[in-house]
């Protein structure tokens, strides 16, 4: 008889989340008392604003517990389409809104339902550790271009061209980027955009650090903006876990073409129901109202990205670029003679700092070190790896 345990259903290979996995295991430790310093975690430390939690609350007490329609509530998705209408420059009707539980499930479920096997998926490496999963659970093939510090991590239009084949069918964007906070240039996103609307394929371009952003010669700019040919090719994706510090809220959304959005429709409504209902109205007041706190986390965010920059280019045999967006930076420790692993598991073995290595996101020899933490734990967290480093 078959053994169970050696049998794998269609997504049973999938390595687990090496950034949640390092995340865990940093705050385990802290549990036991350690003096932990992480620079692991994707996540704003700051509290859901008390108007969002509020609206929720308010939903709850109204007994609004029932089911809503598997793509979101209306109102909520009208408001969708105005935020991407204002924000963004992105025309879009409510049936190609798609409420999701996470930005990361509405990127899986794009990906699964527009690819399959045989198609191939090109994702420029930094990449976030997700992606080459989720196309591998839709049965679809990887391609990885690899970009540089020196090309601020975009994907060269001619790197792009030369990876494209006749099984090309979607190109994963992500800007501003996890893990080395690039945001796209508009001159960069115009060339992609061409080649998506020469060779006919389909453009996701994750944008759920869009309102982090901090420098004015680096706006972010959505390629689905750029013309109505290549907004008919794209899928925008963006939600509320780190612009209103809405991590653990699960509530994330996208815009796609009709075509489609009712694909992706289907298939939530099959897996999920649909996203928390009560947690909508929170989603709803964020996008309302919530633009005071996010600037207001914003620049407690500009302010330490300065600060993680200045210290760690002072480590000598680190070398990172100023990050534009997102609350990470991008660090190369391949001077060091480490691989990404173990310099990492030595960090935290012998200094206690968390950091995330670059491996699993397609860069060895880079570590990437996550800033949405206090001043104070940046400056102790760096210094003790300026005394790792020094040791090596």
């Given at each position: 008889m078959e053994n169970l345990e050696e049998t794998t259903g269609f997504m049973g290979n999938i390595a687990p989340s090496a950034t949640l996995a390092i995340t865990a295991k940093a705050k385990a430790m802290k549990a036991e008392g350690l003096d932990i310093c992480s620079l692991s975690a994707g996540e704003p430390d700051f509290d859901t604003p008390d108007m969002i939690k509020q609206a929720a609350i308010d939903a709850l007490l109204a007994g609004?517990?029932?089911?809503?329609?598997?793509?979101?509530?209306?109102?909520?998705?009208?408001?969708?389409?105005?935020?991407?209408?204002?924000?963004?420059?992105?025309?879009?009707?409510?049936?190609?809104?798609?409420?999701?539980?996470?930005?990361?499930?509405?990127?899986?479920?794009?990906?699964?339902?527009?690819?399959?096997?045989?198609?191939?998926?090109?994702?420029?490496?930094?990449?976030?550790?997700?992606?080459?999963?989720?196309?591998?659970?839709?049965?679809?093939?990887?391609?990885?271009?690899?970009?540089?510090?020196g090309n601020n991590y975009e994907l060269q239009a001619a790197d792009l061209e030369a990876a494209i084949t006749e099984n090309t069918k979607l190109l994963i964007l992500n800007t501003p980027s996890n893990p080395t906070g690039a945001i796209y240039r508009k001159e960069t996103l115009e060339a992609i955009a061409a080649l998506a609307v020469k060779y006919n394929f389909m453009v996701l371009s994750d944008e759920i650090y869009e309102k982090l952003v901090y420098d004015a010669i680096a706006p972010h700019i959505s390629i689905a903006s750029l013309n109505d040919e290549i907004a008919e090719l794209t899928i925008t994706v963006n939600g509320l876990s780190k612009a209103y510090a809405m991590t653990g809220w699960r509530l994330g959304y996208l815009t796609a073409p009709l075509w489609l959005a009712k694909k992706i429709s289907a298939m939530q409504s099959n897996t999920t129901s649909n996203p928390?209902?009560?947690?909508?109205?929170?989603?709803?007041?964020?996008?309302?109202?919530?633009?005071?706190?996010?600037?207001?986390?914003?620049?407690?965010?500009?302010?330490?990205?300065?600060?993680?920059?200045?210290?760690?280019?002072?480590?000598?045999?680190?070398?990172?670029?100023?990050?534009?967006?997102?609350?990470?930076?991008?660090?190369?420790?391949?001077?060091?003679?480490?691989?990404?692993?173990?310099?990492?598991?030595?960090?935290?073995?012998?200094?206690?700092?968390?950091?995330?290595?670059?491996?699993?996101?397609?860069?060895?020899?880079?570590?990437?070190?996550?800033?949405?933490?206090?001043?104070?734990?940046?400056?102790?967290?760096?210094?003790?790896?300026?005394?790792?480093?020094?040791?090596?």
């Amino acid at each position: 008889m078959e053994n169970l345990e050696e049998t794998t259903g269609f997504m049973g290979n999938i390595a687990p989340s090496a950034t949640l996995a390092i995340t865990a295991k940093a705050k385990a430790m802290k549990a036991e008392g350690l003096d932990i310093c992480s620079l692991s975690a994707g996540e704003p430390d700051f509290d859901t604003p008390d108007m969002i939690k509020q609206a929720a609350i308010d939903a709850l007490l109204a007994g609004k517990t029932g089911y809503t329609p598997a793509a979101g509530m209306p109102e909520l998705r009208n408001a969708i389409v105005k935020k991407f209408a204002d924000d963004n420059g992105i025309k879009t009707t409510m049936p190609q809104v798609i409420v999701a539980p996470g930005a990361k499930f509405s990127v899986f479920s794009a990906v699964a339902a527009l690819c399959g096997v045989g198609d191939e998926v090109i994702i420029p490496a930094p990449y976030w550790v997700s992606y080459p999963e989720m196309v591998t659970m839709a049965g679809a093939t990887s391609v990885i271009v690899n970009t540089t510090a020196g090309n601020n991590y975009e994907l060269q239009a001619a790197d792009l061209e030369a990876a494209i084949t006749e099984n090309t069918k979607l190109l994963i964007l992500n800007t501003p980027s996890n893990p080395t906070g690039a945001i796209y240039r508009k001159e960069t996103l115009e060339a992609i955009a061409a080649l998506a609307v020469k060779y006919n394929f389909m453009v996701l371009s994750d944008e759920i650090y869009e309102k982090l952003v901090y420098d004015a010669i680096a706006p972010h700019i959505s390629i689905a903006s750029l013309n109505d040919e290549i907004a008919e090719l794209t899928i925008t994706v963006n939600g509320l876990s780190k612009a209103y510090a809405m991590t653990g809220w699960r509530l994330g959304y996208l815009t796609a073409p009709l075509w489609l959005a009712k694909k992706i429709s289907a298939m939530q409504s099959n897996t999920t129901s649909n996203p928390t209902s009560f947690a909508q109205y929170g989603a709803l007041k964020a996008l309302e109202d919530g633009e005071a706190a996010v600037n207001t986390m914003k620049a407690a965010f500009a302010k330490r990205r300065d600060l993680i920059y200045k210290l760690v280019n002072d480590i000598d045999g680190v070398k990172a670029i100023r990050p534009e967006g997102a609350f990470y930076i991008f660090c190369d420790i391949s001077s060091f003679g480490l691989t990404s692993n173990d310099f990492c598991a030595q960090l935290l073995e012998k200094k206690l700092v968390a950091a995330i290595p670059g491996q699993p996101f397609g860069a060895e020899g880079s570590i990437r070190l996550s800033y949405a933490c206090a001043d104070e734990t940046i400056i102790e967290a760096v210094g003790r790896l300026k005394a790792f480093c020094d040791s090596l």
